[in-house]
Every structure is written in structure tokens, then in C-alpha cells.
């Protein structure tokens, strides 16, 4: 659901986490089992700063320079924000974010991951990743195969410096294929959690936005990206 602009950010805030709520409800599940990402790209500082002092403490971003610019400005510098790095990432970009990041959402690659592991290591890092699995099969999108995830994910546990927090997806547009694709991602994310060589650890299921998010809660999702429903739209 859109809201209307007259709404103030914090008032859009505010709503879209009473929504998430009566969605966690509805699915017999608590609130506090759902995280919200507000997804911030385009979106100038003072809007972020807007959302920060209405509480909101992860923002996720897509393109690398962006979330660097935005980290730098003096409105949210040093500020306790939680980046999430949601858009696709490319391997030569890697050395830009480790440390940078509380998570990349969008591991699309084992040569990816490969790249982060290794980048990370210089550092003496560790970064918290999920795969993005491209559950609707279209050819616009990044992602691992479905049939390829769980052998990818066996790889990429075994990688130092990463710690694979779970699996990430975006729906199809149409509600009810979505809705199917979602009840697939939670059976995916189950049987990769069944693998893994620490299961407590494989806790994030971030799937859901703006006009699907009660959908993918009720299939299982840990994490919600929602923008538009929080900044308007773009």
C-alpha cells in the first residue's frame, strides 16, 4: 500500500510498521521476529535523517558510491545506522564496502563471494551475507538458480571470513505468483538450514517490499525491504 504524500515520513514509518505487525499477527508470529530495511536509494540525507529520528535504524542501499556518498554526509555521519548493501554487487566494487556494511543482501556468485571472503580476510573482517535467489526465473534479474542454491550455499560456508545468514529474493510483480514463489524461497531457506554447518547462525529470510511485504511475512520472512511505502515514490 502507497500513502498518501500529505504524510510525513515518520507517519508513513509509523503505519508501515503497524502493518507489518497486523501481518505478523495475522500469521501467528511476533512482531519482533520481522526486521525492516528502508530502503533508501535516491532518497536524499535529510529524508534518511527523517527516518533515523523516527526511529528507523536500517537503511538499505543499491548502488556502492551512493552508500559511500550518503555515509559521509554530515547529516548521518557517525550516525548508529545499520547499512544493508541490497543491490547487485559487483566483484570489483568489494574492496569499496567490506567494513562498510552490516550486510550484503545480494550474493549472486561464488566468485562473488570468493572476492568478499578475500577482501575480507585483508582486513580481518567478517561479512554477514545472504544469496539472492532468482525465485521468479526472469532473465532482468540476478540471482542463483533455485536448483542451484543449496549447492552453492554448501561452497560458500566453507569460505572464511563470511558468515551466510540466509537467502534473499525478490517477488514476481503478480500477487499470486509471488505468494508462490515466497512459500518456495521459506522451503529453500529450510533445507539450506538443515546443511549448515552452524544452523543458529542461518536466521534471515529477507524477502517482501512495499506491495507484497504481508505476503512474504506470512511465508516467513525475516526481513522486509520496503521504500517507497516509507519515502514515496521515485
Avoid at 525492516?36 to 527523517?50: F, G, N, Y
Avoid at 543482501?105 to 580476510?121: N, P, T
Wanted: net charge neutral; glycine share 6%.
Amino acid at each position: 500500500m502507497l500513502l498518501g504524500k500529505a504524510m510525513t515520513i515518520a507517519q508513513n514509518l509509523a503505519q508501515v510498521r503497524s502493518q507489518i505487525e497486523a501481518a505478523c499477527q495475522q500469521a501467528g508470529r511476533a512482531a519482533n521476529t520481522v526486521k525492516l530495511v528502508a530502503v533508501s536509494k535516491t532518497k536524499p540525507a535529510e529524508m534518511i535523517r527523517e527516518a533515523y529520528e523516527a526511529g528507523q535504524r536500517i537503511f538499505g542501499e543499491n548502488y556502492v558510491q551512493e552508500l559511500l556518498q550518503k555515509q559521509a554526509h554530515p547529516l548521518l555521519h557517525g550516525l548508529d545506522i545499520e547499512w544493508h548493501l541490497i543491490g547487485h554487487l559487483q566483484s570489483n566494487k568489494v574492496k569499496y564496502i567490506v567494513g562498510k556494511v552490516s550486510m550484503v543482501q545480494a550474493v549472486d556468485k561464488i566468485s562473488l563471494a570468493a572476492e568478499l571472503s578475500r577482501r575480507a580476510g585483508r582486513q580481518n573482517q567478517c561479512v554477514a551475507i545472504l544469496l539472492e535467489v532468482n525465485i521468479s526465473d526472469e532473465s532482468s534479474k540476478y540471482g542463483f538458480k533455485p536448483e542451484e542454491v543449496c549447492a552453492a550455499a554448501k561452497e560458500i560456508f566453507t569460505m572464511p571470513h563470511l558468515s551466510l545468514k540466509g537467502l534473499m529474493a525478490i517477488g514476481s510483480p503478480e500477487l499470486e505468483k509471488a505468494e508462490k514463489e515466497f512459500a518456495k524461497m521459506k522451503c529453500l531457506f529450510d533445507d539450506i538450514k538443515r546443511l549448515a554447518p552452524q544452523p543458529e547462525t542461518f536466521t534471515e529470510l529477507s524477502m517482501g517490499m512495499s506491495g507484497d511485504f504481508a505476503q512474504a511475512i506470512a511465508a516467513g520472512a525475516t526481513i522486509v525491504r520496503i521504500g517507497s511505502a516509507i519515502f514515496g515514490e521515485r
